[in-house]
């Protein structure tokens, strides 16, 4: 156990030390692998959006405008307001209360943070798909995007920024990922 927790404590070290652009890869890169290793989970329970049709409308990226409007509003809008929301303010409100509590920038005050933060991401994304699959998915990037939130912070960066940019990175990818398969195949 002493081990692992060495090896984890490195581990954080490294990614203090990371410039903020690797920073931003690093956490995109795990945010893509946890989605690797989801998916036989989204292949057991699809996801069904709980609006369809709205869904279709929305997402609609058959011309070079709707998908101009869908990549602008999941990969640059739909980031910075979740990351407003889910990241800044409440890993912020909880650092207030858990300072109060635990009296130290420890464990503690920085892990309560990263699960509350991720859970009101990942249930922040239940009422358009009614999935708990989804939740799940979006819980685990949660942590990934608070984790990048607080190790930006401790090592100097703008960890809004950073959170937005990987979260954006994710969302755009996406968005490749799901034009490339209902358009180009």
């Known amino acids: 156990m002493v081990k692992l927790k060495n090896k984890l404590i490195s581990l954080h070290n490294r990614i203090l030390g ?6 931003i890869i690093v956490m995109f890169l795990l945010i893509r692998l946890i989605g690797i290793l989801i998916l036989p989970l989204h292949r057991l329970f699809p996801i069904e959006p709980v609006y369809p049709k709205i869904m279709v409308e929305r997402y609609d990226m058959s011309t070079l405008n709707n998908l101009v409007s869908v990549i602008y509003r999941t990969g640059v809008i739909t980031p910075i307001i979740e990351t407003l929301v889910a990241q800044t303010f ?8 858990t300072k109060i509590f635990f009296k130290e920038d420890g464990f503690w005050a920085n892990f309560i943070p990263i699960i509350i933060s991720a859970l009101v991401f990942g249930f922040g994304h239940l009422g358009a798909f009614n999935s708990y699959v989804k939740v799940l998915s979006t819980f685990l990037g949660g942590l990934i995007l608070a984790y990048t939130y607080i190790a930006a912070y401790y090592s100097n960066k703008k960890a809004s920024l950073c959170v937005m940019c990987v979260h954006s990175l994710q969302n755009i990818y996406t968005i490749a990922i799901n034009y490339f398969v209902l358009y180009l195949v």
């Open 18 to 23: 990371l410039s903020t652009f690797k920073l």
């Open 90 to 97: 409440v890993i912020r409100l909880i650092w207030m209360w």
